[in-house]
């Protein structure tokens, strides 16, 4: 079984701090992991994943990620926030075993909300 | 590329209706989904499709059926509409699986309303 979350509801920020959003995992396996924003009334973009290799992922808009396995997180970052990232942030995962292809779980959402 | 297309953007059905959601896709995307999403309940996966003529059960399938007719579409339909429908509904598609290469990417949504 796989499942995903992420514990804060909302994130506030100022715009110019660093922003970081939080999510952990489980899988029975080694996992693959993504990032998606979803804009108002707009559908899921897809901003970084992690396969395999590097721990630290880059993605769009000057987000990035970090993967640990021993603490199975894989914590979404940006060091400098805009008002323009406020958003609804999902994490999703699946397992590498190929009875999960395209099977992701996703997390129940983090609202972000970068204040000028 | 259009990517993914949805329609309609919004509906509202009465208690016992029918409907089909519709589902496109451009990219020649072997994989698309089906979701529907709730608040503070992210997306649940309804169906599936890992191609033409084969679909499969997500995690929450009741009262919704699909087929998988040629590669582009991929509708949703709801038979007897029930108020516990309401939800914003997303169609995705993705590449073949193989390593990493099952991101999926979303159409904009139908908003569903079910009285």
């Known amino acids: 079984a796989q499942s995903v979350a992420q514990p804060e509801d909302q994130v506030n920020v100022a715009e110019g701090n660093p922003l970081t959003v939080k999510c952990t995992y489980s899988v029975s396996g080694n996992p693959y992991l993504f990032w998606y924003v979803q804009y108002p009334n707009r559908g899921l973009q897809f901003l970084l994943k992690?396969?395999?290799?590097?721990?630290l992922v880059k993605g769009s808009y000057g987000f990035e990620a970090e993967f640990n396995k021993s603490q199975t997180s894989f914590h979404l970052k940006k060091p400098s926030a805009l008002v323009s990232d406020s958003a609804l942030y999902f994490c999703a995962v699946r397992d590498r075993g190929t009875d999960s292809w395209g099977k992701l779980q996703f997390g129940a959402g983090t609202q972000v909300v970068v204040t000028p | 590329n259009a990517g993914v297309t949805q329609t309609p953007k919004f509906r509202i059905l009465k208690i016992g209706q029918s409907m089909t959601l519709q589902c496109t896709q451009d990219?020649?995307?072997?994989?698309m989904y089906w979701y529907r999403q709730d608040p503070g309940m992210g997306l649940k996966l309804i169906y599936y499709?890992?191609?033409?003529?084969?679909?499969d059960k997500g995690e929450v399938p009741n009262g919704y059926n699909v087929s998988r007719s040629t590669t582009e579409d991929f509708p949703l339909r709801l038979e007897l509409a029930a108020p516990s429908q309401t939800s914003v509904y997303f169609c995705?598609?993705?590449?073949?699986?193989?390593?990493?290469?099952?991101?999926?990417?979303f159409g904009p949504g139908t908003r569903l309303t079910v009285l």
């Open positions: 990219m020649n995307h072997n994989y």
């Open positions: 992690y396969i395999t290799g590097d721990n």
């Open positions: 995705a598609s993705s590449y073949s699986p193989g390593e990493g290469t099952d991101t999926q990417y």
């Open positions: 499709s890992v191609g033409a003529g084969i679909t």
